[in-house]
């Protein structure tokens, strides 16, 4: 378990999945598990990630930018944010592609670049929710 993890006691912190890569799904399911997070769902739609963001109520999104569908992950984190209240990470080889406002609007809890170091994740995710 990192420092970080150890730092929110017993809680444990509810992830949802949104990527619509198979094999990156995979990793990232895997090594948000191995930090010590529970993983509560995961999909590759924008559509999809809305509804089980309204159902499962994760703490944390870890959310791609392109995504299967015609919305994307920044439609779907702007949604969910508004309607919600649930954060996103952001994990894409495209974030130099978005504008500032856009990010400005979406209000990202961190900015992860593909491919990703293992640690970065789990940071992020820890102080999503810490603060």
């Known amino acids: 378990m990192t420092e970080d993890a150890a730092d929110l006691g017993?809680?444990?912190?509810?992830v949802l999945v949104v990527e619509d890569e198979p094999l990156i799904a995979f990793d990232l399911i895997s090594?948000?598990?191995?930090?010590?997070h529970d993983v509560v769902?995961?999909?590759?739609?924008?559509?999809?990630?809305?509804?089980?963001?309204?159902?499962?109520k994760p703490?944390?999104?870890?959310?791609d930018i392109g995504l299967m569908g015609q919305a994307d992950g920044l439609d779907a984190a702007r949604e969910i944010r508004t309607?919600?209240?649930?954060?996103?990470?952001?994990?894409?080889?495209?974030?130099?592609?978005?504008?500032p406002e856009q990010w400005h609007e979406i209000d990202p809890v961190a900015l992860i670049r593909k491919p990703y170091r293992d640690?970065?994740?789990?940071?992020?995710?820890?102080?999503?929710?810490t603060g």
């Open 83 to 99: 309607r919600f209240g649930i954060g996103c990470i952001f994990v894409s080889a495209t974030l130099d592609r978005v504008a």
């Open 10 to 14: 017993n809680k444990r912190i509810r």
């Open 119 to 129: 640690d970065a994740l789990d940071k992020a995710i820890s102080r999503a929710v």
């Open 41 to 56: 769902g995961q999909c590759a739609t924008a559509a999809k990630a809305i509804s089980l963001a309204e159902t499962l």
């Open 31 to 36: 090594e948000i598990e191995s930090g010590n």
């Open 59 to 63: 703490d944390i999104i870890v959310m």
